[in-house]
């Protein structure tokens, strides 16, 4: 028997969403944080701003979207055995994610966070919660097996990893390449 007939709107809608969020990241690139405009993402997607303000708040929720769908899509948890190996692809696989575009949107949206409570709860619970767990999990399981560094915790070790994620996208003090990746790894295990 044949399933209930799809909705004409449901495919046009995900096609309006996807337009957005690639609009969103298009703009950021072309006119940076501060000139980016709802109406001008709606314009840049081909729908109403009333279409991106019937799915998000505002402009940094959109990037906040695109961002973690971002991280989702690029970023694996591996789970091979091999602990060391499977926690130098996670970092490598964050690293190489924040692409200069992504970069751009990851510094943004952390400054949005820091002056707006609001949207600093929704930043900490979509993007950061989410990401600060997967790497817990590879962590723990490094830990179960005796190979965690003995002085840290899971915890720590996290805050390590992004740390030196963070500081080096906020400052502009290094890359973010496989050789931070390699180095946080020996550094977080034995």
Not at 22 to 35: C, I, K, M, N, T
Not at 71 to 84: F, K, M, S
Not at 90 to 109: I, K, V
């Amino acid at each position: 028997m044949p399933g209930p007939p799809v909705r004409p709107g449901r495919r046009r809608s995900e096609e309006s969403r996807q337009a957005i969020l690639g609009s969103a990241l298009g703009l950021l690139d072309e006119v940076g944080y501060a000139r980016l405009t709802v109406e001008g993402i709606a314009a840049r997607a081909g729908t109403g701003k009333q279409t991106v303000y019937r799915w998000w708040p505002g402009k940094a929720d959109v990037l906040l979207e695109a961002v973690t769908a971002h991280a989702r899509q690029h970023i694996p948890l591996p789970d091979t055995g091999d602990h060391a190996a499977d926690l130098r692809t996670f970092l490598a696989a964050t690293f190489a994610a924040a692409t200069p575009r992504t970069a751009d949107a990851l510094r943004a949206l952390m400054a949005e966070a820091q002056i707006d409570p609001a949207f600093g709860e929704r930043f900490r619970e979509t993007l950061l919660r989410p990401r600060r767990e997967a790497l817990g999990a590879l962590v723990e399981r490094a830990r179960t097996a005796g190979l965690l560094a003995p002085h840290l915790t899971t915890a720590t070790a996290v805050d390590l990893a992004f740390g030196a994620l963070w500081y080096r996208l906020l400052g502009n003090s290094g890359p973010l390449d496989d050789e931070l990746a390699e180095l946080l790894t020996r550094t977080l295990l034995r």
